[in-house]
């Protein structure tokens, strides 16, 4: 027999239980979706529109419920001869500014029109809003802009204040920009530019986190579309959403919770998914979290993480920051690396701390000794270890840290 076999027990169709997946409705949402479809209302009726800004933590549904408004709106509008309707969406993960937005949604804007597409740079912010400008009247009609991820074009916000204001301001003349922004932060609101935020404040739709009954209620049309009849223990469902709901009240931490429950159960062979399984998966799930959460530090970050692995390997854990930092000075001499100030490894210690990779303990030795802060690592060794050692730069500390760990029986 095989050592890879299709599963016949466990799953039906893991599809629901996929990223990508688009339900086929919305649930738990209705508030929010009604004063979605008002704020597109006056697309269909040529009125002037506004901007709308959806804001929520990840998971709870901002795109899923952008993808569905839109394609209702879309579908709709060809009923009416005097609507003309385009969308465009652009992930805005890893452009840091106005005028990278707006150099992408021209290419997007060009491409959709078989167009070559322009340089990324080399244009001054004017040129590149004047070129958008061109492309956008070109559509004529009303174009919806979805920016997702928004928040990461940070203080540089000028194209959330030109775009709206491109008609009333004859730079464009035939065409309706409409912006739709989706963001997770919701400092990136407080810290808008006041004219900006003016504009934006009206429509703006909060995306609140889900309570454990809402996830059950999402949970449950994909578990059984999911799922083979009768696999799933009726207890499983509502862990998984209760689980989600205690950490991030997210969707998509409910759901990958069920996929993984069921993945562990097709594991073991079995015909049922159990609580236990879905503890494990928690256990499974947290983890990934933990070690992504330490690849995606930057290099300072893994230079102090390299430090206190370094103290953690011969033993002297809790470390006082002033010796953590001596340490931490001699890793980036090491690297070649120039080396921050003692105050900005604390904060580079306090982010760890949030994200769970660390733990602090404070000390007060009174008036003699004054207060200080203590470290250790609050996950595996070995973990650190093997995310340092697939860094760049950091192979060679890693093994000198292996060394010592495994000298001291520590791993
Ligand atoms: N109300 C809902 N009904 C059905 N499925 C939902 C609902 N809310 C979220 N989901 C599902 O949960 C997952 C995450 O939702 P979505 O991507 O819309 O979240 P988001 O708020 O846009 O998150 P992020 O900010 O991380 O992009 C998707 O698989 C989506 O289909």
């Given at each position: 027999m095989g050592m890879f076999q299709r599963d016949r027990?466990?799953?039906?169709?893991?599809?629901?239980?996929?990223?990508?997946?688009?339900?086929?409705?919305?649930?738990?949402?209705?508030?929010?979706?009604?004063?979605?479809?008002?704020?597109?209302?006056?697309?269909?009726?040529?009125?002037?529109?506004?901007?709308?800004?959806?804001?929520?933590?990840?998971g709870t549904g901002k795109t899923v419920a952008t993808k569905f408004m839109l394609s209702h709106l879309e579908n709709d509008a060809t009923e009416y001869d005097d609507v003309e309707l385009s969308t465009v969406w652009v992930s805005c993960e890893n452009l840091s500014s106005s005028y990278q937005v707006a150099v992408t949604l021209v290419n997007e804007l060009r491409e959709s029109k078989g167009k070559d597409r322009i340089s990324t740079t080399g244009y001054s912010?004017?040129?590149?809003?004047?070129?958008?400008?061109?492309?956008?009247?070109?559509?004529?009609?009303t174009v919806v802009i979805v920016l997702d991820e928004i928040d990461n074009i940070g203080h540089s916000d000028d194209i959330l204040y030109g775009l709206p204001r491109a008609r009333s301001n004859g730079y464009v003349e035939d065409v309706r920009p409409v912006i739709v922004g989706i963001s997770n932060d919701f400092q990136f609101r407080e810290n808008l530019s006041p004219k900006v935020k003016d504009t934006l404040a009206e429509k703006e739709i909060l995306f609140p986190p889900y309570d454990a009954n809402q996830l059950r209620s999402i949970l449950n049309p994909r578990a059984e579309k999911a799922f083979h009849d009768d696999v799933l223990n009726d207890d499983v469902v509502p862990l998984c959403a209760a689980f989600a709901a205690q950490d991030t009240g997210s969707a998509r931490q409910a759901i990958r919770l069920l996929r993984e429950a069921g993945e562990l159960a097709q594991a073991d062979d079995t015909e049922a998914v159990t609580e236990d399984h879905v503890r494990d998966a928690q256990d499974e799930l947290e983890k990934n979290q933990l070690y992504e959460g330490m690849q995606e530090l930057t290099t300072q970050g893994h230079a102090v993480l390299c430090a206190l692995a370094y103290h953690q390997a011969i033993g002297e854990v809790p470390v006082r920051s002033r010796d953590l930092y001596q340490r931490y000075v001699k890793i980036c001499e090491r690297l070649d690396a120039d080396n921050v100030s003692e105050r900005r490894v604390r904060d580079h210690l306090s982010d760890m701390n949030m994200l769970g990779l660390i733990s602090v303990y404070e000390r007060n030795e009174g008036l003699s000794a004054g207060r200080y802060h203590e470290y250790e690592l609050n996950v595996p060794l070995k973990a650190v270890l093997e995310v340092l050692l697939s860094t760049n730069r950091f192979e060679e500390p890693a093994n000198i840290i292996q060394s010592a760990a495994d000298d001291n029986n520590l791993l």
């Open positions: 027990q466990v799953f039906a169709d893991a599809e629901p239980l996929d990223d990508s997946y688009e339900p086929e409705d919305i649930r738990e949402r209705d508030e929010e979706l009604e004063k979605y479809k008002r704020a597109l209302q006056p697309i269909i009726d040529n009125r002037p529109t506004s901007n709308i800004f959806l804001y929520g933590k990840t912010q004017q040129r590149v809003f004047d070129i958008l400008y061109e492309e956008l009247d070109e559509f004529g009609g």
